[in-house]
T-cell receptor, first 114, second 111 residues
């Protein structure tokens, strides 16, 4: 398997622009996670999907952030409008089943908002 | 407050040395994960454990539930082991998918 795939790997955008990050989980995995990593706060869970349904979005910072999972093989994280404080590395991870499971992380998208 | 503490924050070793990284947590957990992140790179899951000990190659992870403590050991360290090692837990009674992360330990192994 190719592992979790994320695109783009790097994104540089200007404040106020819309940013869309994409994730393809490992085939057969039914749990998907979006994380944000910054120097100040480390890794934080933004949103968790199970069987394509958002289960926990309590980590989504504010209304500017939204995430969708239209099918089992694709998810997006959108920021609109983007702000410089959104600059971070965004990771997507997937796991099989529910409960305690090993999570497989994608390579991340490094977002820079100027 | 549910917290995860790692020590040391930074660790420098010579190739071949035995490495120990520690993780402690404040309350009961369901499982503990050790993750590896190379500079500028992605995150790889090394171990998930809830009791005892696991070994994979030169890496060994142990956990003591009573003492709320886990260690990650690297035997015969190599420069390619240089990375950030992150401890993460799911707390008992909470959501079993929700990882709480430590701040990481930056390991540098010099040749």
């Amino acid at each position: 398997d190719a592992g979790v795939i994320q695109s783009p790997r790097h994104e540089v955008t200007e404040m106020g622009q819309e940013v869309t990050l994409r994730c393809k989980p490992i085939s057969g995995h039914n749990s998907l996670f979006w994380y944000r990593q910054t120097m100040m706060r480390g890794l934080e869970l933004l949103i968790y999907f199970n069987n394509n349904v958002p289960i926990d979005d309590s980590g989504m910072p504010e209304d500017r952030f939204s995430a969708k999972m239209p099918n089992a093989s694709f998810s997006t994280l959108k920021i609109q409008p983007s702000e410089p404080r959104d600059s971070a590395v965004y990771f997507c991870a997937s796991s099989a089943g529910t409960g305690e499971r090993e999570q497989y992380f994608g390579p991340g998208t490094r977002l820079t908002v100027t | 407050k549910n917290e995860v503490e790692q020590s040391p924050q930074n660790l420098t070793a010579q190739e071949g040395e035995f490495i120990t990284i520690n993780c402690s947590y404040s309350v009961g957990i369901s499982a503990l994960h050790w993750l590896q992140q190379h500079p500028g790179g992605g995150i790889v899951s090394l171990f998930m454990l809830s009791s005892g000990k696991k070994k994979h190659g030169r890496l060994i992870a142990t956990i003591n539930i009573q003492e709320k403590h886990s260690s990650l050991h690297i035997t015969a360290s190599h420069p390619r082991d240089s990375a950030v090692y992150i401890c993460a837990v799911t707390f008992s009674g909470g959501s079993n998918y929700k990882l709480t992360f430590g701040k990481g330990t930056l390991l540098t192994v010099n040749p």
